[in-house]
C-alpha cells in the first residue's frame, strides 16, 4: 500500500545552518506529496506541496522538489532560524486512495541560537 | 487560515465513561478526518466522512464512533474511554478533490487525557 517514510529525528542545529529532511514514499499511479509543520501546542499546517513530478513547492524559505524517479520529496532550507523549531511531517494523497492521506512518523527539528 | 475549531481543547475523564469530540468547520468541505496523534507513531486515521451520513472506518477505529449529520459538523465517540485513549485528537477537513489533487487543513487538536 502506500507509505511514506521520513528521516528519523530529532535535528538539532545552529542557527543560519542548512537543513535537509529526508522523505521517500511507496505509491500507486501518481500522488500529491505535502510538508506539514507543526509548532508546540498546535494543529499541523500545510508548509509546500508538489503535485506532479519534478514540481517544485515552496513557502517561508522553504523548498521541496518531487523527484520520480527517486521516490523523494526532501525538504530543505537554506538558513535557519529559532522560529523554524517544529515537527515536520510528510505526507502523500494518492490518485487512488480515496481522499486519505498518508503521513510519515514526523521529524522533530531544533534550531538553538 | 482554514475555519476549524475543536471542542473541548482539553478534557480529563474517567476509564468507563463516554466522550464526544466535536469537530466544526466553516468552509462547506465534503472530507471530515479524525486523527490520533502519539509519540513515535505520527497521525494515525480514526474515521473519516465523504458527506453527511457517509462515513468509514480508518486503520484505528476499534473503540471510536463517528457521526455526521451536517456537513459543518463530525463528532468523535469514545463509547466506553479506556486509559490507552489518551492521546491528542485533531480533526481534518478537505474538499474532496480527486486524482490526488486534495489538501487537508488541520483543527488545533484536542487532549484527552483517560485516568
Known amino acids: 500500500g502506500d507509505s511514506v517514510t521520513q528521516m528519523e529525528g530529532p535535528v538539532t542545529l545552529s542557527e543560519e545552518a542548512f537543513l535537509t529532511i529526508n522523505c521517500t514514499y511507496t505509491a500507486t499511479g501518481y500522488p500529491s506529496l505535502f510538508w506539514y509543520v507543526q509548532y508546540p501546542g498546535e494543529g499541523l499546517q500545510l508548509l509546500l506541496k508538489a503535485t506532479k513530478a519534478d514540481d517544485k513547492g515552496s513557502n517561508k524559505g522553504f523548498e521541496a522538489t518531487y523527484r520520480k524517479e527517486t521516490t523523494s520529496f526532501h525538504l530543505e532550507k537554506g538558513s535557519v532560524q529559532v522560529s523554524d523549531s517544529a515537527v515536520y511531517f510528510c505526507a502523500l494523497s494518492g490518485s487512488n486512495t480515496g481522499n486519505q492521506f498518508y503521513f510519515g512518523t514526523g521529524t522533530s527539528l531544533t534550531v538553538i541560537p | 487560515d482554514a475555519g476549524i475549531t475543536q471542542s473541548p481543547r482539553h478534557k480529563v475523564t474517567e476509564t468507563g465513561t463516554p466522550v464526544t469530540l466535536r469537530c466544526h468547520q466553516t468552509?462547506?468541505?465534503?472530507?471530515m478526518y479524525w486523527y490520533r496523534q502519539d509519540p513515535g507513531h505520527g497521525l494515525r486515521l480514526i474515521h473519516y466522512?465523504?458527506?453527511?451520513?457517509?462515513?468509514d472506518k480508518g486503520e484505528v477505529s476499534d473503540g471510536y464512533s463517528v457521526s455526521r449529520s451536517k456537513t459543518e459538523d463530525f463528532l468523535l465517540t469514545l463509547e466506553s474511554a479506556t486509559s490507552s485513549q489518551t492521546s491528542v485528537y485533531f480533526c481534518?477537513?478537505?474538499?474532496?478533490?480527486?486524482?490526488?489533487?486534495?489538501?487537508?487543513?488541520f483543527g488545533p487538536g484536542t487532549r484527552l487525557t483517560v485516568l
Open positions: 468552509e462547506n468541505h465534503r472530507y
Open positions: 466522512s465523504y458527506g453527511v451520513k457517509d462515513t
Open positions: 481534518a477537513i478537505s474538499p474532496g478533490l480527486a486524482g490526488g489533487a486534495d489538501t487537508q487543513y
